[in-house]
């Protein structure tokens, strides 16, 4: 079966300071992963994924996730952190030759950036 | 450039009413989804639906039923309202990819409250 831990629900980093939000997977058979951002008051957007074409992935405004196999982790980055990354974000793990059901959404982690 | 629309955006309800939940997409895409969120839960599957007239349950259907009478359109129902159902309800969208079915897209959400 396969899930997926945020190890940190609160994230404070200073602006231009670089970010780190630690997710780690479980599963079976190889894995998607994404990233998921939420503004307040919005839906879910999509900031990256990885679909083992490459295991460094990069995606919107700047971030950055590696997939780890080893470390079963897909850590999401950001060198410098802006005012404007405070949001929730979301890991999620889809299995590959999964039916629409098998998509598993971390609790969330809540970046705050301190000036 | 709608992508998903949900209405109403916000709602209040008694204990024991009714009311459903519209999710409209313009993207053609075959797979739609309910979830909930709730603080520090993530996001959890309600129903979704693979295609025209299919749904199925996800991970807490109790209390909900669903319909895909139209490709384009997917409704939550709550036929007696509950204060647990109390939450932030998101629909989303997305097309089959290979074997996967990534990445999705949401709505803004639809806050209800139930007293």
């Known amino acids: 079966a396969q899930s997926v831990t945020q190890l940190d629900s609160q994230v404070p980093v200073f602006e231009e300071a670089p970010m780190e939000l630690r997710c780690n997977y479980s599963s079976s058979v190889p894995p998607y992963l994404f990233w998921y951002v939420q503004y307040p008051n919005q839906g879910l957007q999509l900031l990256l994924k990885y679909t083992s074409a490459a295991t460094l992935v990069k995606g919107i405004n700047g971030f950055e996730a590696e997939f780890k196999k080893s470390e079963t982790s897909f850590h999401l980055t950001k060198p410098s952190a802006h005012m404007s990354d405070a949001a929730e974000y979301f890991c999620v793990v889809s299995e590959t030759y999964s039916s629409a059901s098998k998509i598993i959404f971390g609790s969330g982690t809540r970046l705050s950036i301190r000036p | 450039n709608a992508g998903v629309t949900q209405t109403p955006k916000f709602r209040v309800l008694k204990t024991g009413q009714s009311m459903t939940l519209l999710c409209a997409q313009d993207?053609?895409?075959?797979?739609m989804y309910w979830y909930r969120q709730d603080p520090g839960m993530g996001l959890r599957l309600i129903h979704y639906?693979?295609?025209?007239?299919?749904?199925a349950k996800g991970e807490v259907p109790d209390g909900y039923n669903v319909s895909r009478l139209k490709k384009q359109n997917f409704l939550l129902g709550l036929e007696s309202a509950a204060p647990s159902q109390t939450s932030v309800y998101f629909c989303?969208?997305?097309?089959?990819?290979?074997?996967?079915?990534?990445?999705?897209?949401f709505g803004d959400g639809t806050r209800l409250s139930i007293l």
């Open positions: 993207m053609n895409h075959e797979y």
């Open positions: 989303a969208s997305s097309n089959p990819q290979g074997y996967s079915n990534q990445p999705q897209h």
């Open positions: 639906s693979v295609g025209e007239g299919t749904t």
